[in-house]
């Protein structure tokens, strides 16, 4: 990554982190549990709910597991919320996990061995993750079963054991700067037989120092497993690795997040070729319906989606198409003003200049019934305003 995309990362993060304080009080809510599993262990959980979610409503939304969950439970929600503003990647749940010993739950050996122990603490995690955590956490949430594992250090290490222990548990795994300086070849040759298991598409991202940034040992670790994993994993399966050689230890996870998530969920938001080729909502449906098989996740109508289709058609000079999408919209999202306003430009302009006049002031009331202190009002008899979207 270059330096001058490292900055534009960094200033990402702290401007995401001065818009998007507030959030607690406009629809993220936090919650804290704590689990006691019957191995012994005691798992902390942070779970970080998206904008708006609704225990009542059916919506449901991938999880994403993060190991040391706490260190990262602020920044990464925030993340999460920004890419899923843009509509680069779809809402999600946050769930943080923090173990009493993170040295022993997450490593394959005892703290002063170098040798391969089965009961090892990181077994003991893995089954407590499989049994306890995610069935508690999929009881209580509206979750779909698309899952992601994310770990850092110590906890990139955790993702590699469960990667290679019981691979189909997520669907995408994520390891920043692993501790791969632990593993030994005897246990990495019994554990990638489990690589077999696969078949259903399967990411597993790494991102790791280079060598002015981590320990040799740490970059040879995680050179030398990556290419064994990828010479083992089903074609159906994929593995992408980037090397970091302008960040440190503790910022490798923030900038890898975002490279992490746009690579997996590439294709998840609509391009401008997309926007053109559609001649009605049923094509878009259609679209979505597609994009949902292709994730794996239901993918629902998104409101700056069709706003956007309608707003493009109009400049394109197709008020026919305009209109659909805006009636469409109107129909999905019944409290947005904004397509009452497309559908009087579009009115307008294919000539029915009353009509038009009519649904744009419709949009004026609804806008001042929504907004009781705003004055604004856009002029029926003029076209005004454009709808920011950037595919």
């Not at 929600?77 to 809402?91: Q, V």
């Not at 391969?116 to 990181?122: K, L």
């Not at 919209?329 to 200049?353: C, E, H, I, R, W």
Request: include cysteine; proline fraction near 4%.
């Amino acid at each position: 990554m270059t330096y001058l995309c490292r900055v534009l990362v960094y200033l990402f993060v702290i401007n995401y982190g001065s818009l998007l304080s507030a959030s607690t009080d406009s629809g993220i809510k936090t919650e804290s549990h704590v689990l006691k599993s019957k191995l012994g262990v005691e798992y902390s959980l942070t779970v970080i709910l998206p904008p708006h979610y609704d225990p009542n409503s059916s919506a449901k939304y991938p999880v994403f597991y993060q190991l040391d969950g706490k260190n990262y439970a602020d920044i990464y929600s925030r993340l999460l919320e920004a890419l899923g503003n843009t509509d680069d990647i779809p809402r999600m749940i946050y769930i943080g996990i923090d173990t009493q010993d993170r040295f022993k739950y997450f490593t394959p050996h005892e703290k002063d061995s170098k040798s391969f122990h089965e009961e090892s603490g990181v077994q003991i995690f893995i089954a407590g993750l499989k049994n306890e955590i995610i069935p508690f956490v999929e009881s209580k949430y509206h979750c779909e079963s698309y899952r992601i594992l994310s770990g850092h250090s110590l906890g990139g290490l955790a993702v590699y054991e469960t990667f290679l222990t019981v691979p189909m548990l997520f669907n995408a795994y994520f390891a920043f700067d692993s501790s791969l300086w632990f593993w030994d070849k005897h246990q990495t040759d019994v554990e990638l037989s489990n690589l077999n298991s696969i078949n259903k598409s399967i990411f597993f991202y790494a991102n790791y120092g280079g060598k002015s940034v981590s320990s040799l040992d740490m970059y040879e670790g995680n050179m030398k497993y990556n290419k064994l994993i990828r010479n083992s994993i089903p074609k159906i399966a994929k593995i992408s690795e980037s090397v970091d050689e302008m960040g440190s230890h503790m910022s490798i996870p923030y900038s890898g997040l975002i490279h992490g998530l746009k690579e997996l969920f590439f294709g998840f938001k609509l391009s401008e070729n997309e926007i053109k080729s559609f001649q009605s909502p049923i094509d878009y449906e259609r679209y979505l319906k597609d994009l949902s098989q292709r994730f794996g996740i239901k993918i629902d109508v998104k409101e700056m989606e069709v706003l956007y289709i309608a707003e493009n058609s109009l400049h394109g000079k197709n008020p026919l198409k305009a209109l659909a999408f805006a009636k469409y919209g109107k129909t999905k999202f019944p409290k947005n003003p904004d397509f009452l306003y497309l559908m009087g430009d579009a009115y307008k302009q294919s000539g029915n200049v009353d009509l038009g006049k009519e649904e744009i002031e419709s949009a004026c009331h609804m806008t001042a019934e929504l907004n009781p202190s705003s004055h604004e009002c856009r002029d029926p008899m003029k076209n005004e305003g454009s709808l920011e979207y950037d595919p």
